[in-house]
């Protein structure tokens, strides 16, 4: 369902005007948040998924919200819909893929079975990614499926060569992106030309992508410290077949655009267990503790097919900034508190809450504080452990600078926990905490 109505549908819009169509908003500002009725976007939404669940109680539709990205749907999408578009409409080029694809990518904890973020269609077999590019069209395909995005074909099969049928019909990358867990990867490793993808899978494996987002050659050094593993680590390359094994680190090679895309086994770093890092599709932002949406900078902004460089070029408008994140805090910084660093857990701001779906584990376990990069502006946090609505552990209330205090509950015959971050005091700026080394053991 497309939100063209609610965006683009004013009392100017020269359909509207020649009585074509009734005006209708504009509800949405595409480019400015505060400018959105975000409420009254959610409303309409959701009169929809309640005439849909109540028309179709079988549940045999897909219901695929397409805002674009607008109005923070990212918070509130996942609640309503099967898939949610969370950009602007995909073209046939480089940059434009990675705009997309930023936009999915640091959103894992907002995804989960049953709804999915999608950052548009694949575009193999156009532009920079038809048949004289299937470097960019490999990577396109094993980025979307490491991610969990829907794969809508975007090109007409009876023009396509053996080669794009061959790479459509990717089986181990297609597996991955069906995989039963429902974990979209996660970023081990983020910077603006090389990223790290790590995607825990439903037989205790993991899957790998490691990206060369730029146009020269380079390398991705893999780590057993990325994967949560240690010991030797066997790694088999989805594409070419190879097999190979390491210990603490490997290097591989990347071409120009190149993608690699590897299953990788081997012994989990947390023996008794699993971190909620790696387990997004079973971690559920209820309540992120964003107060005021803010645009994401960290998308990158490609040049608009639409614009080209008319006006001042393209500017952060997604929400995001500040919403729940694996193994960082949730404005991109190193998880931290007590000046203790950890390398997992989930960063997430004080008001928020947290539902962790367990599938049979004995205890919760974490180490809890207030990040170090807060201002003070939440007073002192307590941190709560819930399980199916009883209170099972809290924490002293903390402030920032203390050290991080571990807390721990049984959970056993619990299917619902609930983490709340509750502070002293509300916010216009709510501070991040951390859920350091959050984790199910048995």
């Known amino acids: ?133 299937m470097t960019e069209a490999r990577s396109h395909l094993a980025l979307w499926a490491i991610e969990n995005a829907p794969l809508l074909i975007g090109m007409d099969l009876r023009e396509a060569n053996a080669d794009q049928i061959a790479l459509l019909g990717w089986q181990a990358a297609i597996a991955i992106n069906q995989d039963p867990a429902g974990n979209q990867a996660v970023l081990a490793h983020d910077s603006a030309e090389v990223q790290i993808y790590v995607k825990t899978l439903a037989d205790g494996t993991k899957a790998v992508a490691l990206f060369n987002r730029s146009a020269a050659p380079t390398h991705a050094t893999l780590t057993a410290a990325h994967l949560k593993m240690t010991g030797e680590i066997a790694t088999t390359d989805l594409w070419t077949g190879k097999a190979s094994r390491f210990a603490n680190e490997t290097t591989v090679p990347l071409a120009p655009h190149e993608t690699v895309l590897l299953k990788v086994a081997g012994a989990r770093r947390l023996p008794d267990g699993i971190y909620l890092s790696e387990m997004p599709g079973s971690v559920n932002p209820a309540v992120d503790g964003v107060v005021q949406p803010q645009p994401d900078p960290q998308v990158h902004l490609g040049l608009s097919p639409w614009n080209d460089t008319r006006g001042t070029g393209e500017h952060p408008r997604y929400g995001g900034w500040g919403g729940a994140a694996v193994d960082t805090g949730p404005y991109g910084q190193e998880l931290q508190a007590g000046h203790e660093k950890l390398d997992t857990g989930i960063g997430i701001l004080a008001g928020s809450r947290l539902e962790v779906r367990n599938a049979g584990h004995a205890r919760f376990t974490a180490r809890v504080g207030v990040d170090d990069a807060a201002w003070g502006n939440s007073g002192a946090v307590t941190f709560l452990v819930y399980g199916d609505g009883r209170l099972l552990a809290r924490s002293a209330p903390l402030r920032a600078g203390a050290a991080l205090v571990p807390i721990s509950a049984d959970v056993r015959g619990v299917r619902l926990i609930e983490l709340v971050a509750r502070p002293t005091q509300a916010s216009a700026a709510p501070d991040p905490v951390v859920w350091g080394e959050a984790a199910l053991r048995n």
């Open 1 to 133: 369902m497309d939100g063209c109505g609610i965006r683009g549908l004013g009392p100017d819009n020269p359909r509207v005007k020649a009585g074509l169509y009734r005006p209708l908003g504009p509800v949405i500002d595409f480019d400015e948040l505060p400018r959105t009725d975000i409420a009254e976007v959610r409303r309409l939404y959701g009169a929809v998924a309640d005439a849909l669940a109540r028309t179709r109680p079988a549940g045999d539709y897909v219901f695929s919200l397409c805002l674009w990205g607008s109005a923070n749907v990212r918070a509130w999408g996942k609640d309503l819909g099967n898939m949610s578009r969370t950009s602007e409409d995909i073209s046939p080029t480089w940059p434009r893929m990675l705009h997309n694809l930023d936009t999915t990518a640091r959103r894992a904890l907002y995804a989960h079975p049953g709804s999915w973020n999608d950052p548009d269609m694949l575009f193999i077999g156009k532009g920079e990614f038809d048949a004289a590019h």
